[in-house]
Nanobody, 131 residues
């Protein structure tokens, strides 16, 4: 059974940092693209960042310069380092994975559009940015 499990969410003050983890079980991430997505209360889910199997990355304009996606294939885990957090970053964060190379290319070009094609999803972790 293919599973992704997110962790690392929590409550943080504005300007603070968190690192989210997305751990895979039942498969190895080496050849997969991984995307991070988020859904704020009352809003649609949006793409945040994506990393392909070849380590190409992309970011939503709202997080560029503040968030960094990375992967550690030895640990079968992808990370999202979030710095300079703002209240508007408050959301449930999900990771998703896909093996298909067309989906990978789409994810790197536009995570928002790729989300409907990504095959494996985690259950989400809540990030709350508040003073």
């Amino acid at each position: 059974q293919l599973q992704l499990v997110e962790s690392g969410g929590g409550l943080v003050q504005p300007g603070g940092s968190l690192r989210l983890s997305c751990a895979a079980s039942g498969f190895t991430l080496d050849y997969y693209a991984i995307g991070w997505f988020r859904q704020a209360p009352g809003k649609e889910r949006e793409g945040v960042s994506c990393i392909s199997a070849s380590d190409s990355t992309s970011y939503a304009d709202s997080v560029k310069g503040r968030f960094t996606i990375s992967r550690d294939d030895a640990k079968n885990t992808v990370y999202l380092q979030m710095n300079s957090l703002k209240p508007e970053d408050t959301a449930v964060y999900y990771c998703a994975a896909d093996l298909d190379i067309t989906v990978q290319a789409m994810c790197v070009m536009n995570p928002d559009q790729a989300q409907r094609y990504l095959e494996v999803w985690g259950q989400g972790t809540l990030v709350t940015v508040s003073s």
